[in-house]
């Protein structure tokens, strides 16, 4: 999210001297990125708030570049929601599993239905994520025919046992892969003859053995059987 910083090098500056144009305040600029926040479902992540730009190359307006701090402390004295990503990750905390829900999001693109699955607590923070699209126009490429498509997989932190907090134990329990089962789920009551995933190169021994195949450009599980 980047609200508009003058430089003195921009086309922008003769509306500002003319007084055709104005920065935000600084209580407008926080009523309006929390209010994007508050917006952000929750297949989104905001990556960035505020451009970083130095503040000696900005003529007029906002400077500060902690603003995502800001709205978070907006949002947390409201009590709102906001659905974005990097706010609601686990990150590194351990949770137990049993808090833990699968909770799905449908939502339609111009070529394709999409499907965010995520794990998430009661607050809803999330623990993990995996991105299915099923496309319902023809596809770019001959291998991805009748195919579904993994578009990202992203499991945070650590999950443990419940009971094995105080002992200190944390191990790996399958968010991911319960994830992929899950999209195989959706992908084979939709009609779709295979389930293909964008995998990098340190990443496809994890999907082999989740009983995808390597392609030419994909890898790819059958969904026949």
Same mark, same amino acid.
Not at 126 to 147: Q, V
Not at 172 to 195: M, N
């Given at each position: 999210?980047?609200?508009?910083?003058?430089?003195?090098?921009?086309?922008?500056?003769?509306?500002?001297?003319?007084?055709?144009?104005?920065?935000?305040?600084?209580?407008?600029?926080?009523?309006?990125?929390?209010?994007?926040?508050?917006?952000?479902?929750?297949?989104?992540?905001?990556?960035?708030?505020?451009?970083?730009?130095?503040?000696?190359?900005?003529?007029?307006?906002?400077?500060?570049?902690?603003?995502?701090?800001?709205?978070?402390?907006?949002?947390?004295?409201?009590?709102?929601?906001?659905?974005?990503?990097?706010?609601?990750?686990?990150?590194?905390?351990?949770?137990?599993?049993?808090?833990?829900?699968?909770?799905?999001?449908?939502?339609?693109?111009?070529?394709?239905?999409?499907?965010?699955?995520?794990?998430?607590?009661? &607050?809803?923070?999330?623990?993990?994520?995996?991105?299915?699209?099923?496309?319902?126009?023809?596809?770019?490429?001959?291998?991805? &025919?009748?195919?579904?498509?993994? $578009? &990202?997989?992203?499991?945070?932190?650590?999950?443990?046992?419940?009971?094995?907090?105080?002992?200190?134990?944390?191990?790996?329990?399958?968010?991911?892969?319960?994830?992929?089962?899950?999209?195989?789920?959706?992908?084979?009551?939709?009609?779709?003859?295979?389930?293909?995933?964008?995998?990098?190169?340190?990443?496809?021994?994890?999907?082999?053995?989740?009983?995808?195949?390597?392609?030419?450009?994909?890898?790819? $599980?059958?969904?026949?059987?």
């Amino acid at each position: 999210v980047y609200p508009c910083s003058l430089i003195e090098s921009a086309e922008l500056m003769d509306y500002y001297q003319r007084g055709d144009w104005r920065p935000y305040t600084q209580g407008e600029l926080l009523g309006v990125l929390t209010a994007c926040f508050q917006l952000t479902p929750d297949y989104c992540r905001l990556t960035r708030v505020i451009r970083d730009i130095p503040g000696t190359d900005i003529v007029v307006g906002n400077k500060m570049t902690n603003f995502r701090e800001l709205v978070q402390q907006e949002l947390a004295q409201n009590g709102s929601y906001t659905g974005d990503i990097r706010s609601r990750e686990i990150r590194h905390h351990n949770v137990a599993l049993d808090r833990l829900s699968l909770d799905e999001v449908w939502y339609p693109s111009n070529c394709s239905d999409e499907v965010f699955l995520q794990y998430i607590t009661p &607050e809803r923070q999330i623990a993990g994520f995996l991105r299915l699209s099923l496309p319902t126009e023809p596809p770019i490429t001959p291998e991805l &025919e009748n195919a579904a498509m993994i $578009r &990202e997989v992203h499991v945070y932190g650590q999950s443990i046992e419940i009971g094995e907090a105080l002992a200190g134990k944390s191990q790996h329990v399958g968010l991911g892969k319960q994830l992929i089962e899950r999209a195989v789920e959706i992908a084979h009551e939709r009609g779709y003859q295979q389930l293909a995933v964008i995998s990098a190169i340190g990443t496809r021994e994890y999907y082999r053995k989740r009983g995808f195949a390597d392609g030419q450009l994909y890898q790819l $599980r059958d969904l026949r059987e």
